[in-house]
């Protein structure tokens, strides 16, 4: 322990506790899938606004809602797609709070007349090994 000799006011902190798998992150590549599926989800709505904003005749008051759709959900898009998962903040849920197994009755084995034994009998090879290596 050189170091804390070297760095007095350092303080390592260790925990006798294991560390709760439920209080783990979501992974990475799981929090960036998600997000990915939201955008697409929402630029498939834009997508939508569009085609409707062009395509529905007589043109009315909707066409408008169509193309603000078609307009603003680029931008709701990629702001829901940049937030992603908050580390911080984290549910611990402690691993000595598991839920008590239901208590089932043993069966009750005999006991044996003696001790078990088992005996293992190997046979000499047939026939001699092979050596065809080169």
């Not at 070297?6 to 783990?24: D, F, G, I, N």
């Not at 939201?38 to 409707?52: E, L, N, Q, S």
């Not at 307009?71 to 580390?87: H, T």
Request: aromatic residues 8%; glycine residues 4%; neutral net charge.
């Amino acid at each position: 322990m050189s170091f804390l000799r070297a760095y007095p006011e350092t303080t390592v902190k260790t925990s006798h506790r294991a560390q709760s798998a439920t209080s783990l992150p979501q992974a990475p590549r799981d929090d960036a899938d998600t997000r990915f599926a939201k955008y697409m989800v929402m630029m498939g709505i834009r997508i939508a606004c569009f085609i409707a904003m062009a395509v529905i005749t007589p043109y009315g008051w909707y066409t408008f809602v169509f193309a603000a759709g078609a307009i603003f959900l680029p931008y709701l898009a990629v702001i829901v797609a940049n937030v992603g998962q908050d580390a911080s903040n984290r549910t611990v849920i402690n691993p000595e709070r598991a839920i008590e197994a239901p208590v089932t009755p043993t069966a009750t084995v005999a006991p044996a007349e003696g001790p078990m034994v088992i005996r293992i009998a190997e046979t000499p090879r047939q026939d001699p090994p092979r050596d065809d290596r080169p």
